[in-house]
């Protein structure tokens, strides 16, 4: 089935001033009960790391593990999970960084890549890029290389998909939205 952008965004759903006002969230709840919008969004992604030599996806808390779940099984990869504070059992690293209001913090476990790897990191939405440059901070500090962050969706006017190139990482997004 070939990728139709006018169909995905159709079925992406913006719930405007939540979780605060003034925010646009972008749902991709929608797209999971939607077979057609499913499989085109997994297809196109897949399709295009079949050829790439990645040799693990590293999947963001929480919408980020759906996509890269179905990546990682088409592609036959493993998976490995950045998750948020406090969720991974066993030896982990985190990584600190700032959001629109506070801090957060995001944790990976010490074995889940190492030198040599090359790593697609993988998100449902990128906003300002915090979240994947501390992923990408934590998947450097365990010595491995990343390939490309890659998401359904970007916020072009937040800069993330900027900061994150800036940073040496390409950007791979389907989807983009002007405005916050
Ligand atoms: P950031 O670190 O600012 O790039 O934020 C990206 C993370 O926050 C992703 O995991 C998204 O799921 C979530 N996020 C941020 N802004 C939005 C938004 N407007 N709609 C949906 N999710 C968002």
Redesign the pocket.
Known sequence: MSYDECYVKSVVRTIHDWPEPG????DVTPIFKDPKALRMVSDALTTRYIDSGITHIAC?DA??FLLGSIMAYALNLPLVLVRKKGKLPGETICQDYT?EYGTSTVEMQIDAVSEGDNVLIF??????????LAAATLIRKLGAQIYEAAALID?PD?N?STRISEADIPVFTLLAYEGL
């Not at 925010?23 to 972008?26: D, P, S």
């Open positions: 925010i646009a969230f972008r963001i919408r980020g959001l998100d449902d939405l990128i906003a300002t890029g915090g979240t994947v916020l937040l993330g």
